[in-house]
């Protein structure tokens, strides 16, 4: 149900206007959908609506945004810890809570530097808007860390979602481009993690009891900019490979993904990777790319307004600039489309009322926040 959640904003607090879902919108006979560019924001990387349809859009260099579609007001929020941006660092992801309805809890991720070593951090606080408008999160907590913090500023991962009843909440640790830890079970890197909405590990995960890392669900992975649930409770997972190999993969406790084991890509300077194969070992993709896509940001649609597209799987296109269509069918998967965008896709999501909104990662523009509604 959408709620009403009205505010009275000063002039002061209206940093700039976007223009409106109308400012600018394009066509094309090759797509089958048009484009409205509706805000540009500064290298943005993630975004949730809030139920009453304005939405939280966090910023690379560490700025987490309030920002409403329907008049392009965007307002700072407050009370963000600073994040380390070098590199591929940023304040990564923004979920809201299961029951966001009561508790108003804002769930995020970032990248920081402490005692000289780097890592993704959870985090969580309070959404509060005052009656003149200002806006902050209270209480802010991090309450999960990466294991262990290294040095470097990539693959940190960072992407949050919640189980389907809401008891539980899944974090990707990418491998920090030290490829080994994605093995090593005592690390958290180059995980998937299912941990209490406290960020405590899970009771019952399934490796616990082996000698893991206890928030361990599965391992073996690369640099996880991309999780969600279907309809049906199954967990879907986006990773960038190395030179070749980008993946989807399904999701299963415990199971082992290979890297750096086994890739359908290569090393970038040339050495070979073992392809994954049958008994192997290792859970192999559903989908994989090479040449790559380069993904960011993934979505489950489960909207109305593209019938066509319900139960399907959008992934972001950095280095493709494009944005794919993955085709579920219970357990498999399979490519569908790909759509040239024209510039680097950051984060696919899914609005209100099943519009597929887009941010840009910058570059021709400073990361431009589209909505696309069919065509005709």
């Known amino acids: 149900m959408r709620h009403s959640m009205m505010f009275s904003l000063p002039l002061a607090l209206?940093?700039?206007?976007?223009?409106?879902?109308?400012?600018?919108?394009?066509?094309?006979?090759?797509?089958?959908?048009?484009?409205?560019?509706?805000?540009?924001?500064?290298?943005?990387?993630?975004?949730?609506?809030?139920?009453?349809?304005?939405?939280?859009?966090?910023?690379?260099?560490?700025?987490?945004?309030?920002?409403?579609?329907?008049?392009?007001?965007?307002?700072?929020?407050?009370g963000i810890p600073q994040s380390d941006s070098a590199g591929q660092g940023a304040l990564m992801d923004v979920v809201l809570s299961p029951t966001f309805d009561d508790d108003k809890m804002v769930y995020f991720s970032f990248s920081e530097a402490r005692d000289g070593v780097k890592g993704v951090a959870l985090a969580k606080g309070r959404f509060n808007q005052a009656s003149d408008g200002a806006t902050k999160l209270d209480d802010v907590a991090v309450i999960f860390r990466a294991s262990p913090y290294v040095d470097g500023n990539g693959h940190y991962s960072g992407r949050i979602a919640f189980s389907p009843d809401g008891k539980y909440l899944f974090f990707t640790n990418g491998e920090r481009q030290k490829m080994d830890p994605a093995q090593d079970p005592k690390s958290t890197l180059g995980k998937v993690l299912r941990l209490n909405l406290d960020g405590t590990p899970a009771s019952g995960n399934p490796l616990a009891a082996k000698g893991f890392n206890p928030a361990i669900w599965s391992y073996g992975h690369r640099n996880l900019l991309g999780i969600a649930f279907d309809a049906d409770g199954r967990l879907w997972e986006q990773e960038m490979g190395p030179k070749g190999g980008d993946e989807v993969n399904l999701i299963k406790p415990g199971l082992n993904y290979g890297w750096p084991k086994v890739s359908n890509g290569s090393h970038y300077d040339g050495r070979d990777i073992p392809d994954h194969a049958a008994g192997d070992g290792y859970e192999a993709p559903k989908v994989s790319w090479n040449p790559v896509i380069s993904p960011g940001g993934l979505i489950y649609y489960s909207g109305d307004l593209f019938p066509q597209w319900k139960g399907s799987l959008f992934i972001g296109g950095l280095s493709s600039q494009s944005l794919v269509r993955v085709k579920l069918d219970g357990e498999t998967a399979s490519k569908a489309d790909q759509w040239d965008m024209g510039a680097r896709i950051r984060e696919v999501e899914q609005g209100p009322d099943g519009a597929l909104w887009l941010l840009e990662d910058g570059g021709k523009s400073q990361g431009r926040l589209l909505k696309l509604t069919p065509a005709a």
Not at 40 to 46: H, L, M, T
């Open 14 to 78: 209206i940093a700039c206007s976007g223009g409106g879902a109308n400012s600018q919108t394009a066509a094309s006979a090759e797509k089958p959908f048009k484009t409205s560019v509706i805000a540009d924001f500064e290298s943005p990387w993630a975004m949730t609506f809030l139920p009453d349809g304005r939405a939280l859009v966090t910023e690379k260099a560490g700025e987490m945004i309030l920002f409403d579609p329907k008049n392009g007001t965007k307002i700072p929020v407050g």
